[in-house]
T-cell receptor, first 114, second 111 residues
């Protein structure tokens, strides 16, 4: 059974710092990995999706990497801003035909202090 | 562009009462649809998914059921709510095995 772990559970940084969020998964047979952002009381917003054959994806100040063999992914946020404050969730999709389930981590709650 | 709606946004129900949460998607046809629950201190858990009208797959045994009466409508129901049904319910859609797009969610409190 796939398990996804995110460390740390919470992180507080001053504005302007670069930071890294970590995600690990137990079964390396994944189809893709996705990073989401969730604001309090809101739905999820997709940030980056990395296919199993890819090593990284970039969008603006965000860079996500994937090391499938070691079961790890990182989300790098450059020059953090107060608007980046949210919970960041990592999710993996298993391989196999008809595999629709995403397995989520519990998230990292990020606070960026002005 | 595609839009996903959920209602109600919040709901407070007594134990033993019925439940009906609705999700609709606009701007696409034949999407895959999903119901997730996010409980306090736990990650998102997939409850149901559907690849077409009348086709429902359940991921976990529970007190809930789902139906897809129309192509872009997904309904989550219960005949008798339990305290443990409290949580944040999220509907999502996708067209492929890639990105899932989430709705705004429904906060359900069972008292």
């Amino acid at each position: 059974k796939q398990e996804v772990t995110q460390i740390p559970a919470a992180l507080s940084v001053p504005e302007g710092e670069n930071l890294v969020l970590n995600c690990s998964f137990t079964d390396s047979a994944i189809y893709n990995l996705q990073w989401f952002r969730q604001d309090p009381g809101k739905g999820l917003t997709s940030l980056l999706l990395i296919q199993s054959s890819q090593r990284e994806q970039t969008s603006g100040r965000l860079n996500a990497s994937l090391d499938k063999s070691s079961g790890r992914s990182t989300l790098y946020i450059a020059a953090s801003q107060p608007g980046d404050s949210a919970t960041y969730l990592c999710a993996v999709r298993a391989t196999g035909a008809g595999s629709y389930q995403l397995t989520f981590g519990k998230g990292t709650k990020l606070s960026v202090i002005p | 562009s595609q839009t996903i709606h959920q209602w109600p946004a919040t709901l407070v129900q007594p134990v033993g009462s019925p439940l009906s949460l609705e999700c609709t998607v606009e701007g696409t046809s034949n999407p895959n649809l999903y119901w997730y629950r996010q409980a306090a201190g736990r990650g998102l858990q997939l409850l149901f998914y559907s690849v077409g009208i009348g086709q429902i797959s359940s991921e976990v045994p529970q007190n809930l059921s789902a139906s897809r009466p129309q192509d872009r409508q997904f309904i989550l129901s219960s005949k008798k709510l339990l305290l443990s049904d409290s949580g944040f319910y999220l509907c999502a859609w996708s067209m492929t095995a890639d990105t899932q797009y989430f709705g705004p969610g429904t906060r359900l409190t069972v008292l």
